[in-house]
Nanobody, 119 residues
Framework: QVQVVESGGGLVQAGGSLRLSCVAS????????MGWYRQAPGKQRELVAQ???????DYADSVKDRFTISRENVKKTVYLQMNSLTPEDTAVYYC?????????????WGKGTLVTVSA
């Protein structure tokens, strides 16, 4: 049974840092593309950063040079290091695990972790 569980959210002041973690148990983790998404109140969910099974990374323009995504396959964990946080980064952050062979239709989401950045 696949479970995707995020952790590391919380309250931080503007300019501060947080590191989110996501464990995708029950998967052949190295075969999955992993992504972090976020949804702010009243807004649509958006992609923040993703890291492919092969290691390529992509970032939303709004977080480039501030956020870093990484993965540790042995631990079945993906991280999101967030620096220089602003109130605009306040959102629920979701982790997604999508099998790199899209035809398999294996696509899992976590329940999210709340990040609140105070001014």
């Amino acid at each position: 049974q696949v479970q995707v569980v995020e952790s590391g959210g919380g309250l931080v002041q503007a300019g501060g840092s947080l590191r989110l973690s996501c464990v995708a148990s029950g998967t052949i983790f190295s075969a999955y593309n992993m992504g972090w998404y976020r949804q702010a109140p009243g807004k649509q969910r958006e992609l923040v950063a993703q890291i492919a099974a092969a290691g390529r990374t992509d970032y939303a323009d709004s977080v480039k040079d501030r956020f870093t995504i990484s993965r540790e396959n042995v631990k079945k964990t993906v991280y999101l290091q967030m620096n220089s946080l602003t109130p605009e980064d306040t959102a629920v952050y979701y982790c997604r695990a999508e099998h790199s062979a899209a035809w398999r239709g294996l696509d899992y989401w976590g329940k999210g972790t709340l990040v609140t950045v105070s001014a």
